[in-house]
């Protein structure tokens, strides 16, 4: 009589450990980007890509942006596309002028733009979640209204105002500035009365210890207490939307909302809540643009920031943190063309270089792509033989240098990309019966 005998199963092999993106993975990448820019700076003389002007000119460009993304994360976590961010921006700009200029006090302005905004949102939300209308067709109309109402009251409004015009409006009060070192004044603030040590050492040039103290100045000298308020948004966002049990409904209604029906959440209020939050957003970056950035209102201000800060959302992956690093990107390449725009790019493309060639790397090495790999490898040689054979970028190509930045990473970070399961599909109340 023979005996069987078995073997024991073998081990099961330990799940791979999810790649976090924490708080010190965030520092290093920083300061290794800074790093790069340090080298690309020393290497062709482009001090203008790690100055402080450059840096607060960055800031201010990615605000508007930064604002907008926000309003399109908020209307589609809930599952309603907000392609109308445009016009909510418009309406932003022109009811926070207006109401600067009336009452003299910009904060004034900066709740009228939001409150304009969040009344387009109100249009949006009844189109879309209460009517069913396609939310493009539906955000192409709030444009289309937006641009048309700003218009009409400009007209009506600010031509019979000194200083004003059909198109434009008279200048609006300044508002408060904050800052560590410099000389206080009307509408400055500083903590520190008295000479920069920050702009003694950027002075110096060298290498990343300037750099670095000019990333600093730029971001705590004449800084606008909009722009702290802007900034605080985003991780109040996160806190909203991840943190609390009002964000997990708002996100169930944007991935299974038949789900979250059926759990007794009233899915038509979150949407409608996201979706006038996401408008005054919008409207806030709008105000931020006429009353901060260019302290009066233009018509055509807004330049399609819209539309780029829906791109941020996607940019982002559909989170506050990756929507804030878009629109910082974003305004970084955009502030280039005004510090030596086609020197300052031309820096660039090295760092781009570098930056392929270790995604390639990586590529190959980690996830063992090797065809994306080879790819991303060739594009880096391209990019490096450009930065060699050239000494500068025509200024032609400069004012497409942010699009072009976007394009890249976002089509580098595609395969990572998920947004929320029900974004811009209908929902009519009762599909769970």
């Not at 203008?48 to 399109?72: E, F, R, W």
């Not at 994360?73 to 009336?102: D, K, P, Q, Y």
């Not at 409608?272 to 006429?290: E, M, N, Q, R």
């Amino acid at each position: 009589m023979s005996t069987v005998t078995t073997s024991p199963p073998a081990a099961a092999a330990p799940p791979a450990r999810k790649f976090r993106v924490t708080l010190p993975v965030i520092l290093l990448g920083a300061a290794g980007l800074l790093v790069l820019l340090s080298l690309a700076r020393v290497v062709t003389g482009a001090h203008d890509i790690t100055s402080s002007g450059t840096v607060s000119a960055a800031l201010y460009l990615a605000v508007p942006i930064g604002l907008a993304g926000l309003g399109g994360l908020w209307s589609e976590r809930s599952g309603v596309v907000n392609i109308g961010l445009e016009g909510m921006m418009i309406l932003g700009t022109w009811f926070g002028a207006w109401g600067a200029i009336v009452t003299g006090n910009p904060w004034v302005g900066v709740i009228a733009g939001a409150i304009g905004g969040a009344v387009a949102g109100v249009l949006h939300a009844i189109a879309t979640v209460t009517f069913g209308v396609d939310h493009v067709v539906s955000g192409v109309a709030i444009i289309l209204l937006g641009t048309g109402i700003a218009k009409y009251l400009s007209a009506l409004i600010f031509s019979t105002m000194q200083g004003g015009g059909d198109t434009q409006s008279p200048r609006i009060p300044a508002m408060q500035t904050i800052g560590l070192w410099g000389t206080s004044g009307d509408s400055r603030w500083v903590l520190f009365d008295g000479a920069d040590p920050l702009r003694t050492l950027e002075g110096q040039r060298w290498f990343f210890i300037s750099d670095l103290a000019g990333l600093l100045r730029g971001l705590t000298t004449n800084v606008s207490l909009f722009t702290i308020l802007a900034i605080l948004l985003v991780p109040f966002t996160f806190w909203m939307l991840w943190r609390t049990a009002f964000g997990l409904r708002l996100r169930a209604c944007g991935e299974r909302p038949v789900a979250a029906e059926s759990l007794g959440v009233n899915v038509y209020f979150y949407k409608y809540v996201a979706v006038i939050v996401s408008g005054a957003l919008a409207g806030l970056g709008g105000a931020f643009l006429s009353i901060v950035a260019a302290g009066t209102y233009r018509e055509g201000q807004t330049g399609g920031r819209g539309f780029i800060g829906l791109a941020t959302v996607i940019f982002g992956n559909w989170r506050p943190g990756g929507l804030a690093a878009g629109a910082g990107l974003f305004g970084y390449t955009d502030a280039l063309q005004l510090r030596q725009g086609g020197t300052s790019v031309h820096a660039l493309l090295l760092v781009v270089a570098l930056l392929l060639a270790a995604v390639a790397v990586y590529q190959l090495v980690r996830q063992s792509r090797n065809r994306a790999a080879l790819l991303t490898g060739v594009s880096a040689i391209v990019v490096f033989a450009v930065f060699a054979v050239t000494d500068t970028v025509p200024e032609q190509f400069t004012s497409f240098t942010p699009h072009l930045t976007t394009l890249l990473v976002l089509s580098l970070a595609s395969q990572r990309l998920r947004m929320p399961a029900a974004d811009g599909l209908p929902y009519r109340r009762g599909q769970a019966k």
